[in-house]
Every structure is written in C-alpha cells, then in structure tokens.
C-alpha cells in the first residue's frame, strides 16, 4: 500500500499542476488569450499556442480527469490508473487511484492530502519543499515549471481525443528555463533547489489541443538518472516517471470538501519532514563542494555559504563543522547537521583528502566534535 499511497500522492499533485495556471497569466509567452475560446485568434508560435492553452484551459474551472502515472527503472515497477474531478483554479480534486487490485480514495483540498484505502481517512499536509522524485511538488511549483517550456515546440499534427478534434505539439520542458522566467521568491529558490538535486532536467512532451484552445490531452517523461546517482544509487539506475493526462467534460460540477473524522498520518508527515532535510543537506554539500573546487577548502562562513546557496539556512538550521584530514588546519572535511521537523537529526559529511576520503551520512547522529575524518567515517554510508 505504501507505493500506491507514495504514486497517488505524485498523481494528484501532477494531476492539478499539469492541467491548470494557478491564476497565472500565460500572455507573457506570446499574444493575448482568446475571449472567444475560438481558434481564430490562437495564432502566433507554437510555443505560444501551447502557453495560452493553459491559460484557457484554467478558465474552464473544472473537468474530469483520467491519468496513468508510471514509475520504472527503480526497485519496482508500477503503473497507478486515477480517474476523477479537478478544480483547476482552487487546486483541489477528488481521486480514485487505482493500481492491480488495490484501490485508493485521494482528495486534494485546502493544502493538504486525504487517503482512505479502504479502512478510514488519513490527512496529511502536501509537501511544499519543491519536488523531485525525494520532494513531492506543491501544485504551483509544478505550473512555474510549465513557463520553462522550451523554444523546440513543434506542430505534431492531428488527432482525435474522445471524440474532439485536436492539433498535437511536441516538445520539452525545461527547469534552467523556468527557473530564468520565475519572478524572485519562494517557487523560483524551490527550482533552483531541484536543479541542484536532478541537474538541468528536460521533460519531452506532447500536448494535444482542441478547436477551443483547451488542453485536452498530455504526456510527459520524467528522466531521474542524475538525481538517483546524486542520492547514491547503484551504476546503471535510471529512474523515469511516465504521464498520461487527459481532461474531458470541462465545466463539470466539482465540489471537493475534506473528509470527516480524518485522521493524521503521522508517518507520512515524518517521511516528508525526513526527507526534507536530507535534501536540505545534499544540496549543502554540493554549495561545499564548489566552494572546495575554488579554494581547495570547506567553509564554515554562513555568509559565504549563502551566497552560493541562498535557499538554505545556514548558521541556523543547517550547522556547519569544518576540520582537517591531512594537515592542522587544512579545511579537508566538513560535516552539516539539520533537525527534521520530525525531531530527527540528520547529518552528511565529507572528507576530501587521506585515507578516509568518501561521503558519509548519519541519522539521529550529530557532527563528532572536530570533525575528525576517522569519526566521519563511522557515521555510515546511508540514512
């Protein structure tokens, strides 16, 4: 139950931020969006077409929805059917999620998840760290990506989808151009965060289109091979997330309320709050590292620090030991602890010189004193 509980989680997300703006106003890509909902003024690139369709699609409130969401490449290999409703601009839907024999009730509403396998409802609050396959998205992550369509949009002809006439573009997305189009705040630090974790990660895409200029249909692939060989995983892993969306029946009444008597998921609030601080602290590494590349030493300064990665709370959460490896003083290892709102500390370290030389990982454990390569290594080599 726990991977259709993980997948759901995914598709409901993708579910609302694929298919929806989030208010956001598309006109920015190219032209002004059609009042009339015809195709005779959907002019311009394709890139632009594509753009405002989001915008048109959103202004049709709601739809149903159908989607198959599959995960391959990893230690198991799954594909979840969700069938139901979405709120396009309220981000809410109400799911049924659907994998072999097992079934799962999900709604998404008022910025938090419900589940109910078939024993009662759980609640829990929805991930806002940004995404990647370790950080489920906030639904508005997921639409300032969709600004990071790429300028390879191409006209992929016709095609039909449950009976309306369409037009197909293919494409990519593309997160270095999302996050170059974000306006500054919270979503733009979420991306940079996740570029750091996956790399400049291309998404091909095909978008089918109606004679309205709504989007009736999508497909997208998530290839996470430079994030799984960033967590650790064995050579040749290559983790991919497939998505099929297609909306249908646009202006349906949708009302999505929170279950009653739901109850917590305590679980499932600390595997999100767990992994948010192991993200936290890979991305630390990785600002240490290039500090390393430059001055052939870590640095403890918090100011230093945020200027490479901004987004992270040096000096406050996130500690920093530096010591030596080789020579007193040399500034060859680094330990960084974060606290999990779980209560849990995690901490990863490395040492860059002598006979300790790796990465090293340690939960409810903290940075021995000295950072000393030889305690380092005893802290493990995983969460």
């Not at 915008?55 to 139901?84: E, P, R």
Request: glycine share 12%; charged share 15%; hydrophobic share 35%.
């Amino acid at each position: 139950m726990g991977r259709v509980r993980a997948t759901a989680l995914i598709a409901g997300c993708a579910a609302l931020a694929l298919a929806s703006c989030g208010g956001q106003s598309w006109t920015q890509a190219g032209g002004t969006t059609n009042p009339g909902g015809t195709t005779a003024a959907v002019g311009g690139s394709p890139q632009a077409v594509l753009l405002r369709a989001l915008d048109t699609t959103n202004d049709s409130h709601t739809a149903h929805l159908s989607m198959t969401i599959g995960v391959a490449g990893v230690s198991f290999n799954t594909s979840v059917q969700a069938d139901g409703v979405v709120d396009l601009q309220h981000q809410a839907a109400d799911l049924t999620m659907t994998t072999g024999s097992i079934k799962l009730e999900v709604r998404i509403v008022g910025g938090a998840v419900y589940e109910n396998p078939g024993t009662g409802w759980v609640t829990a609050p929805l991930p806002t760290t940004g995404l990647g396959a370790a950080n489920n998205p906030d639904p508005t992550d997921y639409l300032a990506y969709l600004r990071g369509v790429a300028d390879n949009v191409q006209t992929a002809g016709n095609d039909t989808v449950r009976g309306t006439p369409t037009t197909k573009y293919s494409g990519s997305v593309d997160l270095q151009h999302a996050i170059d189009r974000a306006s500054a705040g919270t979503t733009k630090q979420s991306m940079q965060r996740l570029v750091t974790l996956v790399g400049d990660l291309s998404m091909p895409f095909t978008a089918w289109i109606d004679n309205d200029g709504r989007l009736r249909k999508l497909t997208m692939t998530m290839d996470l091979s430079t994030m799984a060989a960033k967590l650790g995983a064995p050579t040749g892993t290559r983790p991919v997330i497939t998505i099929s969306l297609e909306m249908y029946d646009f202006g349906t009444p949708v009302n999505v309320q929170p279950p009653t008597g739901a109850a917590a998921a305590p679980a499932l609030q600390t595997r999100a709050g767990d992994r948010a601080a192991q993200s936290d602290l890979r991305n630390a590494l990785t600002a240490e590292k290039t500090t390393y590349t430059d001055k052939q030493q870590y640095s403890a300064s918090a100011n230093d620090m945020k200027q490479i990665e901004p987004a992270l709370g040096w000096g406050g959460k996130l500690h920093v030991h530096v010591g030596s490896a080789v020579t007193p003083g040399d500034g060859q290892t680094v330990c960084l602890g974060e606290k999990s709102v779980s209560g849990t500390n995690f901490v990863i370290a490395d040492v860059a010189a002598g006979p300790y030389a790796g990465t090293y990982y340690g939960a409810g454990k903290y940075c021995p004193s000295g950072a000393k390569p030889q305690a380092l290594a005893k802290l493990g080599t995983s969460w």
